[in-house]
């Protein structure tokens, strides 16, 4: 037989916990530099479910180009190596949820230009893995407003390996 108690508690504490992720979606899209927070906080928090609600679903491109260095490099190792490498959020939002690893993006000379209904950012970043920083370049969203906030429709960074 069946705690109708419970069932009703447990139905209430579904349907609480379903409007406090709609809450912090929603908070996460409310302007861009939510979704960066949002997005930074994913991925040290190895929420990849987090991370990719903040993409459109049907629009996000990711493409890593390698710096001519980091390409000559690639190159020593695999003579096919490519210098564009197109990976989908998908894929990283695995590496972030299944990664034992400390991931820890940091971006800095962040520009930001909008119309309010799309924007486009641009800064520098470290790539920080278990506290030592293992890639840097530039990085370029590309971030559209919806009818239910600002989504990141593609990521274009480049690669040049561990600083120096």
Not at 115 to 142: C, L, M, P, R
Request: charged share 15%.
């Amino acid at each position: 037989m069946y705690d109708i108690s419970k069932m009703t508690c447990g139905v209430i504490a579904l349907m609480f916990s379903a409007n406090l992720f709609a809450a912090d979606l929603a908070s996460d899209t409310v302007d861009v530099q939510h979704v960066m927070d949002a997005y930074h906080e994913a991925v040290v928090n190895h929420d990849g479910a987090r991370m990719i609600d903040l993409f459109l679903p049907q629009a996000s491109l990711w493409l890593n180009v390698l710096s001519d260095e980091a390409y000559a490099a690639a190159r020593l190792k695999s003579p096919d190596a490519a210098k564009v490498r197109h990976a989908t959020v998908a894929a990283f939002a695995n590496l972030v949820s299944t990664t034992r690893s400390n991931f820890n993006p940091t971006h800095t000379q962040l520009h930001v230009d909008s119309d309010g209904t799309i924007a486009a950012v641009y800064f520098d970043f470290v790539f920080w893995v278990d506290g030592k920083a293992q890639n840097h370049g530039s990085e370029a969203w590309q971030l559209v407003k919806g009818s239910d906030g600002w989504r990141i429709a593609a990521i274009t960074y480049s690669s040049n390996g561990a600083p120096k």
